[in-house]
């Protein structure tokens, strides 16, 4: 097929023309061996805008893809691949269409002579602040390798405890779905089996059954608006949570609960002191640290926090004075910080911080798994066995009625 292309050669002049070839990837490896680095190829005879011939895919790249070509990028660097070699041979050994889009596009931007961290720019869904921030410090202290793995090392350890969350809160969500869908049995299909034969009964019904019929009649009777009613509801509260005000009405919430406020404040502690940390041994000016720290946060009331120590250090104040204001941080951490101040360690200080409260937290999601399952189980029993027990309670009372009667 015929390609048409915009490409730099050596001298940095572009050029446009067109080229025969099977595929695009042929092309582009022709016309590289040729001394050209391609800006754009497409089919046809249009050029493409800047960023290459391969469309955007709608497709996220998970944390973990990132973490491990941060990684892989921080080896190839380390032992002089030059950069652009090493982009392209990731991007030949990846076997998603969406990720290898996304090195695609950076790959054009470095040939078109843009920095690391300017080509990572045109995909800030994939590559968010700090990552960006900590490639372009590595770029502008010479040590590039680096800093790519230290953004491997907090990329990865974010994607871990993410998947550690969802992990132990996966088998208690799936328990109450069990439980959903079995008390909507109970109600929607056995009870109004049990309906017929109570009327023969002739006699009053216990107050929970009598409650029990009057929900099954109602969903049974109503279900047109029932299902619709219940999917609008969950489809409102989900659209409600993200907003502004349902994030921070919902986040003053989770704070006030007594258990789970403290391991809110755990590992928002552990999120903060890890990112500040990293960024201020990568020499990030400290304003642009917390700026940057505040921009990776989802709750609102610490993005209020960061605000805060923001105006604290402008003033030519401690962070810590900050920090220590209210009940946002836990108090151990404070201290370390206002520690690591004084000593002038504080980078250093903040990164053990965070890595002693994510042990922490750890183990405490592993302990809250295996408390939740018992409890969920328990809840679960007691409700199927109220239902059982109230449509089974006019029996009862009629047998012991009769036995009375003999």
Not at 67 to 86: C, K, W, Y
Not at 294 to 309: A, F, T
Request: hydrophobic share 45%; net charge neutral; aromatic share 6%.
């Amino acid at each position: 097929m015929k390609l048409t292309y915009q490409a730099y050669d050596k001298s940095g002049s572009i050029r446009e023309d067109t080229i025969e070839a099977s595929s695009i990837e042929e092309a582009t490896e022709t016309l590289r061996k040729k001394g050209l680095f391609i800006a754009s190829i497409q089919e046809g005879t249009k050029p493409n805008a800047k960023g290459g011939g391969k469309k955007k895919s709608g497709k996220r790249v998970s944390p973990k893809t990132v973490a491990n070509f941060a990684r892989e990028l921080s080896v190839l660097v380390s032992t002089g691949t030059p950069l652009m070699d090493s982009i392209s041979s990731l991007e030949r050994q990846t076997t998603s269409e969406a990720w290898s889009q996304v090195l695609g596009r950076v790959r054009s931007r470095l040939e078109e002579g843009d920095s690391l961290a300017a080509a990572l720019e045109g995909d800030r869904q994939v590559f968010d602040a700090v990552f960006r921030s900590l490639v372009s410090a590595g770029e502008s202290s010479g040590h590039l390798d680096t800093m790519l793995q230290r953004v491997a090392i907090l990329t990865r350890k974010q994607a871990q405890i993410k998947s550690n969350v969802l992990g132990a809160m996966m088998y208690p969500i799936l328990l109450m779905g069990v439980a959903t869908i079995v008390i909507g049995l109970l109600i929607g299909v056995v009870l109004p089996r049990f309906a017929g034969m109570f009327e023969t009964l002739d006699t009053e019904l216990p107050p929970t059954t009598a409650f029990l019929m009057m929900v099954s009649d109602f969903v049974r009777s109503y279900w047109w608006g029932v299902i619709p009613g219940i999917v609008a509801s969950v489809i409102g509260f989900w659209w409600w949570i993200n907003t502004s005000t349902g994030q921070r009405v919902l986040g003053d919430v989770a704070l006030r609960i007594p258990k789970l406020g403290e391991i809110i404040r755990s590992f928002m502690t552990a999120r903060i002191t890890r990112l500040m940390g990293v960024l201020l041994e990568a020499r990030v000016p400290m304003l642009d640290a917390i700026e940057l720290t505040q921009e990776s946060l989802g709750h609102v009331r610490y993005q209020q926090l960061m605000k805060d120590v923001e105006e604290v250090v402008v003033r030519g104040e401690p962070i810590s004075t900050a920090f220590s204001k209210g009940d946002l941080m836990v108090t151990s951490a404070c201290e370390a910080i206002r520690n690591g101040e004084q000593s002038g360690r504080l980078a250093e200080v903040m990164v053990q911080v965070s890595d002693y409260l994510d042990e922490d937290n750890e183990t405490i999601i592993k302990s809250l798994s295996t408390l939740i399952e018992p409890v969920i189980m328990v809840v679960l029993g007691v409700l199927v066995g109220f239902v059982a027990v109230s449509m089974f309670l006019p029996l009862f009372d009629l047998t012991a009625t009769a036995g009375g009667g003999a």
